[in-house]
């Protein structure tokens, strides 16, 4: 089982370092660990607890009144209501199979037939996070094991990108958002996990400024001084040697003493080990993402009134 740190888990839940002492000290309900140069150290089981209960409070229950009800009560509830959620949001495994089928020989107009139907019958988020990334990883992985051809990789790497982009374009724009810049850094280009960051970003009402692939850091660098970012966003797919990591960090971190800078996707997850103490976030899920962008909003929220 992982164990974090109080900044990480304040990074997980949305929740302020602060409340989750005072938490603690109050109401027991999660007791951490120390680890040996006495850092309170949070369970994966702890963390789910902490989201569960800003979701309880977020529809209307006290702290105080969660905390009567005792960790074990507590714990039971949030598994039992966890699993639909897990369920909801896994690859939709059979359409995917269908989809890949029509790919070889290629069959457009039921690929395409099937795959609008799909996603129509479903929020687009869900749609984003049950079929289309894992489309897109499927057809990657067919592709990078010799199975499926270059030009039909592109053919259904451009359907998923236009269909992302379509719905970024009918978002009302937040000209009054935060301001999210979002690429991926030179060398980067698999590209659909930062589009997916991007709708998700536009949807929550943030003022995004989506960038692209292999993007050189000196020309994010200038568009920062001019754009004055609320939060940097970086993307990075692959898995770094460890002296491209440093190379990559050393630059980041000029970046970070300006900007919130934080990178998601499995090479920066790869990273982990070396953002400590960079001042560099690590966003390893959308989740996490999720509450990023929550805490971002409603500090800018509370800036403006
Ligand atoms: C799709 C794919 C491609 C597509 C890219 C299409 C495109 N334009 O983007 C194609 C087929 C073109 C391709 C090409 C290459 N690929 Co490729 N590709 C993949 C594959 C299958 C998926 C990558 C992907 O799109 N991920 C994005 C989404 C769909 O999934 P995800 O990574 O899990 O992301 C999730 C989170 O990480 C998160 N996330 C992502 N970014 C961010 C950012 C933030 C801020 C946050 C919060 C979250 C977040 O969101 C997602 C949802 O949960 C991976 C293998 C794999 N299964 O991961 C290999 C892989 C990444 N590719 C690899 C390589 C080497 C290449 C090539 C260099 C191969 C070559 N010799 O030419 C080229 C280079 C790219 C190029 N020049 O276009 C390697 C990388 C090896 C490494 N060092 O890590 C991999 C791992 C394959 C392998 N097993 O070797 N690839």
Request: charged share 25%; hydrophobic share 40%.
């Amino acid at each position: 089982m992982n164990k974090h740190r109080i900044h990480r888990v304040a990074k997980l839940t949305g929740l302020s370092k602060d409340v989750i002492r005072v938490w603690e000290r109050r109401y027991s309900l999660v007791k951490p660990s120390r680890s040996a140069n006495r850092y309170r150290e949070y369970t994966d089981e702890d963390v789910s607890l902490f989201r569960f209960l800003k979701e309880e409070m977020d529809q209307g229950q006290t702290i105080g009144g969660l905390a009567m009800e005792g960790r074990d009560s507590l714990l039971q509830r949030m598994h039992a209501s966890s699993i639909p959620k897990q369920q909801e949001f896994a690859p939709h495994r059979s359409l995917l199979d269908e989809l890949i089928s029509r790919l070889d020989p290629l069959d457009k107009g039921r690929f395409e037939q099937q795959l609008n139907a799909a996603i129509a019958v479903i929020p687009f988020e869900e749609a984003v996070q049950r079929i289309l990334l894992p489309l897109q990883r499927r057809v990657g992985e067919l592709w990078h094991e010799g199975r499926v051809n270059i030009a039909i990789e592109h053919y259904v790497t451009k359907l998923i990108q236009q269909k992302l982009f379509s719905v970024i374009n009918q978002l009302p724009a937040n000209e009054f958002g935060p301001r999210v810049l979002i690429a991926c850094p030179e060398g980067e280009y698999h590209e659909i996990g930062a589009q997916a960051v991007t709708y998700l970003a536009a949807a929550r009402g943030c003022h995004v400024y989506y960038l692209g692939p292999n993007l050189p850091l000196d020309d994010l660098e200038a568009l920062c001084e001019r754009v004055h970012p609320d939060l940097i966003l970086l993307s990075l797919t692959e898995t770094q040697s460890d002296e491209q990591a440093q190379h990559l960090l050393h630059r980041l971190q000029r970046l970070s003493q300006r900007w919130h800078v934080a990178v998601g996707g499995n090479g920066a997850c790869a990273m982990q080990p070396l953002l400590e103490h960079t001042g560099i976030e690590l966003l390893d899920d959308l989740g996490t993402l999720h509450n990023r962008l929550a805490n971002l909003l409603a500090t800018h929220q509370r800036a403006f009134h």
